[in-house]
Structure formats: C-alpha cells, structure tokens
C-alpha cells in the first residue's frame, strides 16, 4: 500500500493554484527594500543638509566678519575725514587708480568728501560710530568687494528761510586689500548705462543707477525752467531754449561744483555731479533739499547765460540779484530779517554802497555763490541785498533780470542812473534808502514810541573837508520833525563846537599867503559874542583856539600856543565879551558836580623832578582850585582824579605796595585810604602789572565806581588789541571805605567810561583807531554784559532824564531808547557830522 505524504501548510493546495515564478519579487521582500532604500536616502539627505547648514553657518560667520570689519574701517575713515587726518585717511586708500586716488585726496584736503557747502549744506558729524543698522552693506559673491550705503545728516536751509536737518545716503566701495579693506573706486560696472531723459526745456543724461532719483529731478527741474521763462520778466527765453545737463559720474565734478566761477561760465551745457555723489534723498524733505541744490545750479548758470554775464564783474551785485530772483522762484528764501537792518544801522551806516561795485571773488570764500551758508559773518554783503530789495520794491520799474543785464557799467553811479530812470540825486537816493532800513526793523515797524519822545532839539555840527574845514551847524525840531540851518553861510572856513543846542564856540580862521588869521566867538541862541582875534606870520608856531570847559557850557577855556609855549586861561560865559580877564591854569581842569572846585594836573617840566620808580601816570602834582582862581591847594603827587559829589573827590597815588586809590573831603583835604594795586589784583586774581587809567564815579550813586586797568605797557597803547580790565568797586555810605570788588570783564579796549544819566547801565565808548568813529556799550551795571551797542562820531549825547541817547552817523541820527530796545530814525543829507547835542526844553 502505498500514499502521498502532505503537510499542513500543503492542504488545501491545489496544483492549479501554485504561483507562477515571474521577475519581480513578492510583496514582503519589496517592502523590505523600499525601506532600505527610503533610508538611505533619508540619512544621505541628512547629511546633505547638515554639510550644507554648516556651509551656510560658515559663510554667515564669514560675512558677519567682514561686515563688522567693513563697518569698522568706515568708521575709522568717516573719523579721519572728521578730524582731518590726513595721514591716516591716505593710509586707508587703494592704490588701483591713481588718478582716482589723487581726487580722493584732493576732495578729503577741501573738505569734500562728506561737506557739501557748494550747495549750502553743512555736514554735522556724529559723535556716535555709524552701527550695523546705520549701514546697508552689499557684498559681491566673491567676498572681495563691498559697497556701502550710509546716511549722513546736514543742516540746511529750508525755502522758508529755516535752518533744518535732513539726512541723505552716501555711498562707498571698498576693496579687500592684502591685510584690510580700502577705500576704493568704483567697478566700470557700478554705473549702468546711460539713459537720456527729454523735457520742454531740459534734456538730462544720467546712469542706470540714478535713474529713480534722476527721473524725478528731471521733472522738477523742466518746471523750474518752465517757471523761469515764464515769470522772471526780461529773462528773454527763445521758443527753441533748451538746457543740456549732464549728470558726472566723476568725483572731479564735486572740485569744480566748488569753483564760484563754474556755474556763470557753463552756459546751458551743465554738467553736474550726480545725485549719488552728492547724496540720495531719504525721505521726502531731504528730496525737496536735493532738488533745490540741482535748482540754484542750473538757475544760476541760465540767468548768466541770458544776461550775457561778463564773469566776474561786480559779483556782490550779481549775487544780490540772483538771489532776489531765486527767492521768486521758491528756491531759497531773501535771507534778510529785521535785526540785520537794525544791525545796519547800528553800524553806522551810510546808504553808499559803491565801495561794494568792484568787489573781487578772491575777497569771498569757494561757496560765495550759493545760499547763506548757516551764516554770513560780514555785514557789507548785506548792504548791498538791502540796495536791491529796495530798488527792486520801491524805486523802479526795471526788473531785477535787466538790473543784472545793465552791470556791464563800469561805474556804479552809471548802474544807478540807468536802473532808476528818473534822474534821482545819489544824495537822495541814500537818503531815502536809510530810511528804508529803518522802516524794516522792529521799531521802524511800530507804530508809535514806547515812552515819549524828548520835547527839543537835536543841533548837529557838520564838518566838510574839499579845500578847508568848514563847519555848518543844523537843528531839527522834534516836535515839527523839520531840519534848519540857524546860520547859513555865516561861518565859512570854521571849526564849531558845542555842548548843547544854545551854546557854540566858533573859531574861524583865515590862511592867507604871508598872513594867518584867528578869530573866536561865543553864540549863544541867536547873538554871536566876539571873543578874541589874533594872527601871526605864514609859518610861525602859534595857533588860538576857544573851546567849552564843562558839559553845562559855564566855563570856556582859552588855548594859545605860541613859539612852543601853551597858555591856558578859565573864561565864564557869564562875562565872556565884556573883557574878563581869564584865569591862568597849568593844565586842563576836572570839575566838580556844581562847578564850584576844579582839580588840575601839574606835570613836572624838569626831568630831575621825575621819580624813575614811579609811573609817568602818578607823576603830576594835583591842585585843587576855585574857578575864579582864589584857592589853589596842592594836595599832592598822583594821577587820575575823580568826584564822587560836590565835596569828596578822589585820587590814585603811589604807595608801598604800587599804586593807591585813596578819596578825601575839600574841608579836610587828608587823603582816606581805600585800597592798593596788590590788594586789589590779588582779591580779584588780576595780573599784578596793572595800573589805574580811569575812575568814574556813579553821580547818581556815589558808592559805585568803575575803574578801568591796563597793563603798565600798554597804558599809552590807542589800538584795538590792547585790554582794558574794567572793575566796579562798591563803597560804605561814608564814602571812607571798600564792600565790594568786583571785575567785570576785559574785552574791551580804549575808551572812556562813564555811567549812565539814571544811573542804570555803564557806557564804555570804545575808540576805532581807524574810523575814529566810537563804538558806544550799554553794559549792565552789575554783570558788564552788553545790552546795546551802536557806532557813532565820537559825541554821545542824551536826554536828562537818561532816557534817549543819540546815535550820530553820516546821513542820520537815531534816537536810542536802550531800555525799550527802541530806536527812533531821523535822517538827513547833511554828510558826515562830528557833534550833536540833545537839548531839551525847560
């Protein structure tokens, strides 16, 4: 028997059933393969990423390193730039191409390489380092070459004539040197290519780089010639004008934006340098900033070029009047205010703007041309903007564009006869321009005097010098506001002085071929009093002259000179012409308050009687006198003497520690010790070489006194550098001895000083050695700080009441009421007067 053996997994099996063998493997085994080979890939992925995110750490690192590296080589020549060093700046420089390194060089020595003032702006440096934040960096894929975008910040001025800040992106490259990153020019590349916009009036060329800004520009500028034909009258632009402009992308075009003479002798072929060399806008206000730069540019060069602009004639002129038409055109603002007319007048001045004509460029810094660079420190250039503005606005009809046009003149009364069209005396012309300026300054804008006007006269002595000295006297009636010549043609060739508006002292004088002729005489109102006639030979020494002795006209003096001797004789008014005989005086006298004492210096006449050890200043003898002449005291050797009131008067004398300031009373006459020269110097830490050259006492005040002090060997010195120390000393009630000391300041240089009327400020004239004209400071009487300020002809005269003072200048006067920052104008066309007085009714 026999069968077939059969397992299990067999049963059920049939033969039909059996599975074919094919190619592909079954299920189990394919799943296990995908599984391995899912993973590999997976792991080789994984390991793909984690090489590539350490590639990716490493050139983060790297450039982080390089950018920090970048920004600190930036920084350190942004430094270099700031503090102009000019060793370490070259230091920082790549050598690639020379000629762009020389420019560098050149730019960094003029200050140009982040200064724009060429186009008015002021680059404010930071005292902080530029941060990563600050910086847009950009790398080329080879890590090699770095260009970087940064912004700077610069004050301008807006169109409305305020100064702002606005900030623009400058752009640098930089190279990776053998050991550091350099400074360096920009690829062939960097630029893009060229692209040519087409306006109205304007074709622009500019690189792929600029082009959003230059598109921009282009338009604004079209419209800006556009307006210009269009609304500056005489401009005279043809149907086919056009202007060309160029945008440089060459540093040099930065040099020669610099030049005053570039933008008058371009044309309207313009090239200028391109925004990014100059900075891009960053918002919009520094855009508008941007335009208004490319605008002063080109509106300049085309109003030289319509003109038909000689350059450089007359610059002054020329500036004045693009400047007024730039205003009108809305690209900068007329930069006067109206303390710089106040300024002007307070300066004295007198309406002549000729000396101005033929002003010369080498005279004016590199941006003379552009905008009032934050501040314009000289005063004249002011003047002449003020002649245009008021020829513009109220003498003429001519336009300021065929003002500009008529300067090829070559004399500026020409100029004027030509603008003004009318004949108008210059006299008038100037007269009527002071009065201008004073109608644009604050006061002039008032409508009425804070305080009263004084109730009088002002009376000024004119003096003119074509062939002889001939003075005139005026007299203006404050109430009538009308000048008067009281005595036309009486007196020919004269000198005149005064001291108020009813005394005078005319001293005529005749100089004849073999024969000189003196004659002096006292007015008084409307009389002239004969006082003494005198002559002498052709040639010999001798000379007559009468002059007031005291501001309250009761004493004349009388000075002879004669062969070498002076005689000095005290007259009264009361009896001058009825043959009083004066009284003779040693040397020129001080008075008391109530003109009844008087001191006078003796100088010693004999060498001998000189003490070498003791300064030419203590040297007199001081006698104190009666003006009849019946006392005479000596009270001793010593110099400056004051008054303190009617009866305590003062002196400085030598002691045992240098000088002494020392007062006494006329009853006693025993000089009271006050203070010495070490203690002084030594409280107030002075230099110990100072010497005592004034002492004024407040009369409304007696316990104050200012002295002033000068080094010992400059006592005698009458220039403008030598300083006067000036200290105010407060005294007890007695009059006996020191409270305080105090040292005010020691700015100011030759002068006399006084106080005030009221007693409220100090005034310090300080004398102009060159123009003789006198500097007048109102201080304040604790700090010494100046709150006033004017020049005038020397005389400062006031109202009793220490109210008004009077400002005397060539072609006016001005009343000054220094408490009330108010000015009161009253011009006139009499020239150059020396004297005034303000007289006031009783």
Same mark, same amino acid.
């Given at each position: 028997?026999?069968?077939?053996?059969?397992?299990?997994?067999?049963?059920?099996?049939?033969?039909?059933?059996?599975?074919?063998?094919?190619?592909?493997?079954?299920?189990?085994?394919?799943?296990?393969?995908?599984?391995?080979?899912? %993973?590999?890939?997976?792991?080789?992925?994984?390991?793909?990423?984690?090489?590539?995110?350490?590639?990716?750490?490493?050139?983060?690192?790297?450039?982080?390193?390089?950018?920090?590296?970048?920004?600190?080589?930036?920084?350190?020549?942004?430094?270099?730039?700031?503090?102009?060093?000019?060793?370490?700046?070259?230091?920082?420089?790549?050598?690639?191409?020379? !000629?762009?390194?020389?420019?560098?060089?050149?730019?960094?020595? !003029?200050?140009?390489?982040?200064?724009?003032?060429?186009? +008015?702006?002021?680059?404010?440096?930071?005292?902080?380092?530029?941060?990563?934040?600050?910086?847009?960096?950009?790398?080329?894929?080879?890590?090699?070459?770095?260009?970087?975008?940064?912004?700077?910040?610069?004050?301008?001025?807006?169109?409305?004539?305020?100064?702002?800040?606005?900030?623009?992106?400058?752009?640098?490259?930089?190279?990776? %040197?053998?050991?550091?990153?350099?400074?360096?020019?920009?690829?062939?590349?960097?630029?893009?290519?060229?692209?040519?916009?087409?306006?109205?009036?304007?074709?622009?060329?500019?690189?792929?780089?600029?082009?959003?800004?230059?598109?921009?520009?282009?338009?604004?500028?079209?419209?800006?010639?556009?307006?210009?034909?269009?609304?500056?009258?005489?401009?005279?632009?043809?149907?086919?004008?056009?202007?060309?402009?160029?945008?440089?992308?060459?540093?040099?075009?930065?040099?020669?934006?610099?030049?005053?003479?570039?933008?008058?002798?371009?044309?309207?072929?313009?090239?200028?340098?391109?925004?990014?060399?100059?900075?891009?806008?960053?918002?919009?206000?520094?855009?508008?900033?941007?335009?208004?730069?490319?605008?002063?540019?080109?509106?300049?060069?085309?109003?030289?070029?319509?003109?038909?602009?000689?350059?450089?004639?007359?610059?002054?002129?020329?500036?004045?009047?693009?400047?007024?038409?730039?205003?009108?055109?809305?690209?900068?603002?007329?930069?006067?205010?109206?303390?710089?007319?106040?300024?002007?007048?307070?300066?004295?001045?007198?309406?002549?703007?000729?000396?101005?004509?033929?002003?010369?460029?080498?005279?004016?810094?590199?941006?003379?041309?552009?905008?009032?660079?934050?501040?314009?420190?000289?005063?004249?250039?002011?003047?002449?903007?003020?002649?245009?503005?008021?020829?513009?606005?109220?003498?003429?009809?001519?336009?300021?564009?065929?003002?500009?046009?008529?300067?090829?003149?070559?004399?500026?009364?020409?100029?004027?006869?030509?603008?003004?069209?009318?004949?108008?005396?210059?006299?008038?012309?100037?007269?009527?321009?002071?009065?201008?300026?004073?109608?644009?300054?604050?006061? %002039?804008?008032?409508?009425?005097?804070?305080?009263?006007?004084?109730? %009088?006269?002002?009376?000024?002595?004119?003096?003119?010098?074509?062939?002889?000295?001939?003075?005139?006297?005026?007299?203006?009636?404050?109430?009538?506001?009308?000048?008067?010549?009281?005595?036309?043609?009486?007196?020919?060739?004269?000198?005149?002085?005064?001291?108020?508006?009813?005394?005078?002292?005319?001293?005529?004088?005749?100089?004849?071929?073999?024969?000189?002729?003196?004659?002096?005489?006292?007015?008084?109102?409307?009389?002239?009093?004969?006082?003494?006639?005198?002559?002498?030979?052709?040639?010999?020494?001798?000379?007559?002259?009468?002059?007031?002795?005291?501001?309250?006209?009761?004493?004349?003096?009388?000075?002879?000179?004669?062969?070498?001797?002076?005689?000095?004789?005290?007259?009264?008014?009361?009896?001058?012409?009825?043959?009083?005989?004066?009284?003779?005086?040693?040397?020129?006298?001080?008075?008391?308050?109530?003109?009844?004492?008087?001191?006078?210096?003796?100088?010693?006449?004999?060498?001998?009687?000189?003490?070498?050890?003791?300064?030419?200043?203590?040297?007199?003898?001081?006698?104190?006198?009666?003006?009849? +002449?019946?006392?005479?005291?000596?009270?001793?050797?010593?110099?400056?003497?004051?008054?303190?009131?009617?009866?305590?008067?003062?002196?400085?004398?030598?002691?045992?520690?240098?000088?002494?300031?020392?007062?006494?009373?006329?009853?006693?006459?025993?000089?009271?010790?006050?203070?010495?020269?070490?203690?002084?110097?030594?409280?107030?830490?002075?230099?110990?070489?100072?010497?005592?050259?004034?002492?004024?006492?407040?009369?409304?005040?007696?316990?104050?006194?200012?002295?002033?002090?000068?080094?010992?060997?400059?006592?005698?010195?009458?220039?403008?550098?030598?300083?006067?120390?000036?200290?105010?000393?407060?005294?007890?009630?007695?009059?006996?001895?020191?409270?305080?000391?105090?040292?005010?300041? !020691?700015?100011?240089?030759?002068?006399?000083?006084?106080?005030?009327?009221?007693?409220?400020?100090?005034?310090?004239?300080?004398?102009?050695?060159?123009?003789?004209?006198?500097?007048?400071?109102?201080?304040?009487?604790?700090?010494?700080?100046?709150?006033?300020?004017?020049?005038?002809?020397?005389?400062?005269?006031?109202? !009793?009441?220490?109210?008004?003072?009077?400002?005397?200048?060539?072609?006016?006067?001005?009343?000054?009421?220094?408490?009330?920052?108010?000015?009161?104008?009253?011009?006139?066309?009499?020239?150059?007067?020396?004297?005034?007085?303000?007289?006031?009714?009783?």
């Amino acid at each position: 028997m026999s069968f077939e053996w059969r397992t299990d997994e067999d049963e059920g099996w049939s033969e039909e059933g059996s599975v074919k063998e094919t190619a592909v493997p079954n299920q189990p085994f394919l799943r296990r393969r995908w599984r391995f080979l899912l %993973g590999s890939l997976l792991g080789l992925l994984a390991v793909w990423l984690v090489v590539q995110w350490q590639i990716d750490q490493r050139v983060a690192e790297t450039t982080a390193t390089i950018e920090t590296e970048l920004l600190a080589t930036h920084n350190f020549v942004l430094q270099t730039a700031v503090s102009q060093d000019n060793d370490l700046f070259r230091a920082n420089l790549s050598g690639r191409n020379p !000629d762009w390194t020389e420019l560098q060089k050149r730019l960094f020595a !003029d200050g140009l390489l982040l200064d724009r003032p060429m186009l +008015g702006w002021q680059h404010l440096a930071s005292a902080d380092r530029l941060a990563a934040e600050d910086v847009t960096i950009t790398l080329d894929p080879e890590l090699r070459t770095a260009e970087l975008r940064y912004s700077q910040t610069y004050a301008v001025q807006t169109a409305a004539g305020i100064t702002e800040t606005v900030t623009l992106a400058q752009t640098a490259v930089y190279r990776q %040197g053998t050991s550091r990153w350099l400074y360096s020019p920009p690829d062939d590349d960097f630029w893009g290519d060229w692209i040519t916009y087409g306006g109205d009036y304007l074709t622009l060329v500019y690189t792929e780089r600029d082009r959003e800004v230059a598109v921009l520009l282009g338009v604004q500028l079209d419209r800006l010639l556009s307006q210009m034909c269009t609304e500056l009258q005489d401009l005279n632009c043809d149907p086919d004008f056009k202007v060309h402009l160029r945008f440089d992308t060459d540093p040099q075009s930065l040099l020669v934006l610099n030049e005053v003479e570039t933008m008058l002798k371009a044309g309207i072929q313009l090239e200028l340098p391109t925004p990014t060399l100059i900075g891009l806008p960053t918002d919009e206000a520094s855009a508008e900033v941007l335009y208004r730069a490319y605008g002063v540019q080109v509106a300049t060069a085309v109003l030289a070029h319509q003109i038909e602009y000689d350059c450089c004639r007359h610059q002054l002129f020329f500036r004045a009047l693009r400047d007024y038409q730039l205003d009108q055109l809305g690209l900068q603002t007329w930069p006067l205010t109206p303390a710089m007319y106040q300024q002007m007048l307070d300066v004295g001045f007198n309406g002549d703007v000729a000396r101005h004509w033929t002003r010369r460029w080498e005279e004016a810094p590199p941006q003379f041309l552009q905008v009032w660079v934050i501040e314009d420190p000289d005063p004249i250039w002011q003047q002449v903007y003020m002649l245009v503005e008021f020829l513009a606005g109220e003498e003429t009809a001519v336009s300021p564009t065929q003002m500009m046009r008529l300067m090829d003149r070559n004399n500026y009364d020409n100029w004027l006869a030509d603008v003004l069209q009318d004949g108008t005396q210059l006299s008038t012309l100037e007269s009527r321009f002071l009065g201008y300026i004073h109608a644009q300054t604050i006061a %002039g804008q008032q409508a009425e005097p804070p305080i009263p006007l004084p109730q %009088g006269s002002i009376t000024l002595v004119c003096e003119s010098y074509t062939d002889v000295i001939a003075s005139r006297i005026y007299s203006y009636n404050l109430a009538k506001q009308t000048w008067t010549e009281p005595f036309p043609g009486e007196f020919a060739e004269s000198y005149i002085s005064l001291v108020d508006g009813e005394h005078f002292v005319v001293n005529e004088y005749n100089f004849a071929e073999d024969l000189f002729q003196w004659k002096s005489s006292l007015v008084i109102g409307d009389e002239i009093i004969f006082l003494e006639e005198a002559e002498s030979e052709n040639g010999a020494d001798y000379w007559l002259y009468y002059f007031f002795a005291d501001a309250a006209a009761k004493y004349l003096l009388r000075y002879e000179h004669d062969e070498g001797q002076t005689n000095i004789g005290l007259l009264p008014v009361a009896c001058a012409g009825d043959g009083c005989a004066p009284v003779p005086l040693d040397g020129f006298p001080t008075f008391a308050p109530n003109k009844d004492h008087f001191f006078v210096l003796v100088y010693p006449t004999d060498s001998a009687e000189f003490e070498l050890d003791v300064p030419r200043q203590l040297q007199p003898s001081i006698v104190l006198m009666t003006p009849d +002449g019946q006392q005479r005291q000596l009270l001793g050797r010593g110099g400056t003497p004051f008054w303190l009131n009617d009866t305590v008067y003062g002196y400085v004398q030598t002691g045992e520690e240098g000088w002494e300031l020392v007062t006494a009373v006329i009853t006693q006459n025993q000089p009271r010790y006050l203070l010495s020269q070490t203690e002084l110097l030594a409280e107030l830490q002075l230099p110990t070489d100072l010497i005592t050259t004034q002492v004024v006492a407040n009369l409304s005040n007696p316990q104050e006194l200012l002295l002033q002090l000068r080094h010992q060997e400059d006592v005698d010195a009458f220039a403008t550098n030598v300083p006067s120390y000036l200290v105010k000393l407060t005294l007890t009630p007695d009059l006996g001895e020191i409270e305080t000391a105090d040292w005010l300041r !020691d700015d100011l240089t030759y002068g006399a000083m006084n106080f005030s009327v009221d007693g409220r400020y100090i005034i310090y004239g300080e004398l102009n050695p060159q123009s003789l004209n006198t500097a007048q400071h109102f201080l304040n009487i604790e700090t010494g700080q100046t709150e006033l300020s004017f020049n005038s002809n020397q005389s400062l005269s006031g109202s !009793d009441d220490g109210q008004w003072y009077l400002q005397v200048a060539e072609n006016y006067v001005m009343l000054h009421a220094p408490q009330y920052d108010y000015q009161q104008f009253i011009p006139h066309n009499f020239g150059e007067c020396q004297q005034a007085a303000l007289s006031e009714e009783e």
